[in-house]
């Protein structure tokens, strides 16, 4: 896909032409324990987002900071409230949709922004701008998170992040400090009472930050979930590429 921010706009007026999707990448960054980099999550959805390569799409900037202050007692983590990301981001998809590419994949790296996404693309959606679908890069891995990891689903900072870390910026893990990142880590996401979910912020339940077991890392497996994604984001886009846009628009009342 090209790049907007890399071109003129009389060459965006030309590929806007031919372009039926834009995709557009979130991310986040926030504490991903002692081994891996604070923007993890945006450098995992653009590098998964270039990865395809398509000429019916665009591919736009990413937005780097996102719903994170679940994690704001760790050092350096950056956050957006999710009002204030939830219209940042349907801004942004308004604008596009405004140059007449109304289908916009929004790529995202980070699981908290994914309630404000979906309010987002509802709202668009109802009110007949766009049709934003968000979609997540570990979403559709269709099993290949238990063949690799013997779990399923995404803990923080863990082996399935590590390891698309080290695919997609194998200098940025910190190896020496994954034994540390692991020894602190949660088996799991927050903590249940009776049923209940009262574990808010990381920092109740976990000591490095981390939930999950980052040391089962490996390239390899990052490759192959790089590869899946990537596959997966290739296969959306040419799903949307192919419906017209009234057929994406809500039904009328009955
Ligand atoms: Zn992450």
């Given amino acids: 896909m090209r790049l907007l921010h890399e071109l003129t706009t009389t060459e965006v007026g030309d590929l806007f032409d031919d372009c039926e999707v834009a995709v557009l990448p979130t991310g986040a960054v926030e504490q991903h ?22 000429d019916d799409a665009v591919l736009l900037p990413t937005v780097p900071v996102g719903v994170s202050a679940h994690h704001r007692q760790f050092d350096g983590t950056l956050w957006a409230e999710p009002e204030t990301f939830e219209a940042y981001v349907g801004e942004i998809v308004a604008s ?41 890069w570990w979403s559709s891995l269709d099993g290949l998170d238990e063949e690799l990891f013997d779990r399923s689903g995404i803990g923080h900072g863990d082996a399935m992040e590590t390891s698309m870390v080290r695919h997609v910026a194998a200098d940025l ?79 009328p009342h009955r």
């Fill in 173 to 251: 893990v910190r190896e020496a400090a994954l034994d540390d990142a692991e020894a602190g880590a949660a088996d799991s996401w927050g903590e249940s009472v009776h049923g209940a979910s009262v574990g808010f912020d990381t920092a109740e339940f976990s000591a490095s930050g981390v939930t999950g077991a980052p040391t089962e890392a490996s390239a390899e497996a990052g490759r192959r979930l790089y590869e899946r994604a990537t596959d997966e984001l290739d296969a959306l886009v040419g799903w949307l590429s192919e419906r017209p846009f009234d057929a994406l628009t809500p039904e």
């Fill in 33 to 54: 324990g002692p081994a891996l980099p604070l923007g993890t999550d945006l450098l995992a959805a653009e590098a998964v987002a270039r990865g395809v390569d398509r």
């Fill in 96 to 136: 596009v949709a405004a140059h007449g590419v109304r289908k916009v994949v929004v790529a995202n790296g980070h699981g908290g922004n994914r309630d404000a996404l979906s309010r987002m693309a509802r709202r668009l959606r109802d009110d007949g701008v766009a049709f934003a679908p968000q979609w997540t």
